[in-house]
Nanobody
Framework: EVQVVESGGDLVQVGGSLRLSCSAS????????MAWFRQYSGKDREGIAY????????EYANAVRGRFTISRDNAKKMVYLQMNDLKPEDTAMYYC?????????????????WGQGTQVTVSS
């Protein structure tokens, strides 16, 4: 059974930093892609960061490029999202996704496994 679990969400001030962690157990090998999504209240989930299998090929949404960094530790089956220079508009529920099965990484329907989410709140 595949389990995806996020952690690290918190309340942080504008301009601060936060690192989210995601553990993905039950997936074999290191060739599967991972991604981070976020969801505002009442809105659809949106992809913000993607990392390819074996740690290659990171991609970012325009809203976070240059501020957020996705990385992975294959030995620990972990993916991270380092978030710097946080803004109030970064306040959202953040989700980790594992195993890309579609062609568009930023589309929620392209992912096979999801975590339960972790809340990030940026106060001004």
């Amino acid at each position: 059974e595949v389990q995806v679990v996020e952690s690290g969400g918190d309340l942080v001030q504008v301009g601060g930093s936060l690192r989210l962690s995601c553990s993905a157990s039950g997936l074999t090998g290191d060739g599967y892609s991972m991604a981070w999504f976020r969801q505002y209240s009442g809105k659809d989930r949106e992809g913000i960061a993607y990392i390819g299998g074996y740690g290659g090929g990171a991609e970012y949404a325009n809203a976070v490029r240059g501020r957020f960094t996705i990385s992975r530790d294959n030995a620990k089956k972990m993916v991270y999202l380092q978030m710097n220079d946080l803004k109030p508009e970064d306040t959202a529920m953040y989700y980790c996704a594992a195993h890309l099965i579609g062609s568009r990484w930023h589309s929620p329907g392209s992912w096979n496994h999801w975590g339960q989410g972790t809340q990030v709140t940026v106060s001004s």
